[in-house]
Every structure is written in structure tokens, then in C-alpha cells.
């Protein structure tokens, strides 16, 4: 698999390959959406789509998609067949913060004299702590290990739940993800170097070759 577990460990060849989806009315005024399935806006549709030509030439060995209409549509507009639904690839659990900005949440707290509220250091109150997010694509990165070994594999999904992938492939804790920007449909690539946990490209327009 990819997380380290203190060593090197292959893959036998597999890359993940990381794909935000497109864009929504809330993460366009970025507003913190977790399990609110909204749809894309028809500019999110039209970069959902435009992602099928910078795939081209490129063909996973397997597709999973978060279960949000948002992961799946991006998947089918580009050009992704016979998609894997898996619920460990929803987004980060927000709880009581769901819908809401950052600036939002902030200034709210600071006017009750709290300090700062931090996702990658609290997690979402009333919602998904830093451990328990971790802990699933932990999970996730089990299975995955298993497909990679038939090729790349393709993960469409959302922000937060990607980098906190990323950071647990290199082994690295959950909040190591506040330093991975991810833009919406934005191309990730996890792989290997010399057999260690890598990441070969992040936040790109396009798959590299192998």
C-alpha cells in the first residue's frame, strides 16, 4: 500500500491517480462542503469535461468515485467508465460548520472570544475528527494496494478527502494535507520513488506518462 508503515513498500508498477472534481455554487464562494450533495455549476460541467481531452491517452485499470452527484458526474463528463462507488471517499465530515466560510466560522468565534477554528487541527465540530478521517482512507489505501497492482488507478473525489489521502500515503499525519492546495478538477499523481511513497506530480491539468 502506500502508507510507508516505516519502510518501503511497492506497488508492482500502479500509479493513484488524484482528481478533484469540478466546481459547485459553494465551492466557488468557498463555503465548506461536506455531505451537502450539490450539483456542478455549468462551468464545473464544462471542466468536468474538458478533462477528457487532458486524459486522453490515459486509461485506469480502475475508477472509484465518491457516492456525491459532484464526484460522479465529473467522472462521466470525463470520460471515466464502469466507476466504483465507494462511501470511504466521501468529503470530510464538517458537522456544524457545513455551508458556512471560514471567515464565517472566525469571526463568530472570535466574537465569543474563542480562539481560531482549524479543520486540519480540530476537525469539523459535531462532525469528522482528524483520527476518524484518516483512519477510513487508511482502510482505503488497503484495498487500493490490491487494484494497483492491475495498473493505474483513478480516485475522483473531493478536496479534503484527497489531501488527506495524499498525506497518508506518504505516511504522513492528516494534517500534513493543509500544505497540499488542491484546485477543482485538478490532477494528482501518488506513486513511487525508489520504492518509496511519493507524489509524482499535484494539482496539475493532465496525466503524465508512466
Known amino acids: 500500500m502506500g502508507v510507508a508503515q516505516n519502510g518501503p513498500v511497492t506497488t508492482d508498477g500502479g500509479r493513484l491517480v488524484l482528481l478533484r472534481h469540478g466546481e459547485t455554487e459553494w465551492s466557488r464562494a468557498h463555503r465548506h462542503t461536506g455531505r451537502t450533495d450539490l450539483p456542478l455549476t455549468p462551468a464545473g460541467e464544462a471542466a468536468a469535461t474538458a478533462l477528457r481531452a487532458r486524459l486522453a491517452g490515459w486509461s485506469p485499470s480502475a475508477v472509484l468515485v465518491s457516492p456525491l452527484i459532484r464526484a460522479r458526474r465529473t467522472a462521466e463528463l470525463a470520460g471515466l467508465t464502469d466507476p466504483i462507488v465507494d462511501d470511504r471517499l466521501l468529503e470530510w465530515d464538517y458537522g456544524d460548520v457545513e455551508g458556512r466560510t471560514l471567515a464565517e466560522v472566525n469571526a463568530e468565534r472570535a466574537a465569543a472570544g474563542q480562539q481560531p477554528w482549524v ?10 475528527r482528524p483520527a476518524q478521517i484518516g483512519a477510513r482512507l487508511d482502510s482505503l489505501l488497503v484495498d487500493l494496494a490490491q487494484r494497483l497492482r492491475g495498473g493505474d488507478v483513478a480516485v475522483v473525489a473531493h478536496g479534503h478527502v484527497l489531501r488527506v489521502l495524499a498525506a497518508r500515503w506518504l505516511d504522513e499525519p492528516v494534517s500534513f494535507g493543509a500544505s497540499l492546495v488542491l484546485g477543482v478538477t485538478g490532477v494528482s499523481l501518488l506513486g513511487h520513488e525508489h520504492e518509496w511513497p511519493a507524489i509524482l506530480s499535484w494539482n496539475t491539468d493532465r496525466v503524465p506518462p508512466a
Open 119 to 128: 479543520l486540519w487541527r480540530d476537525g469539523g465540530p459535531g462532525g469528522e
